[in-house]
Nanobody
Framework: QVQLVESGGGLVQTGGSLSLSCEPS????????MGWYRQAPGKQREGVAT???????VYADAVKGRCTISRNNAKNTLHLHMNTLKPEDKAAYHC????????WGQGTQVTVSS
């Protein structure tokens, strides 16, 4: 069973920055792709960013230009750096990894104060 452990959420002011991390329990390159989803209260889960094993990145329109997804090979971690945060970015952010099956982390909360 693959485990994904997120960290880095917290409270930030509008316009601020935050970085999230995700550490999988196996080699990060063993997954076809990894990324982040988020879910705000009362809203559907939405994709935020994806990073494929080959290095291709995909971003949701809502965060394009404000987020960067990356991985640290030495630490075997996935990261999401977010800047110019808006109140509508407030959500629980979940890391996922896909390799035949989808695996999900428990999530880390991001709160943006206006």
């Amino acid at each position: 069973q693959v485990q994904l452990v997120e960290s880095g959420g917290g409270l930030v002011q509008t316009g601020g920055s935050l970085s999230l991390s995700c550490e999988p329990s196996r080699n990060i390159y063993s997954f076809d792709h990894m990324g982040w989803y988020r879910q705000a209260p009362g809203k559907q889960r939405e994709g935020v960013a994806t990073l494929t094993a080959s290095g291709r990145t995909v971003y949701a329109d809502a965060v394009k230009g404000r987020c960067t997804i990356s991985r640290n090979n030495a630490k075997n971690t996935l990261h999401l750096h977010m800047n110019t945060l808006k109140p509508e970015d407030k959500a629980a952010y979940h890391c996922y990894a896909y390799s035949r099956l989808s695996y999900w982390g428990q999530g880390t909360q991001v709160t943006v104060s206006s």
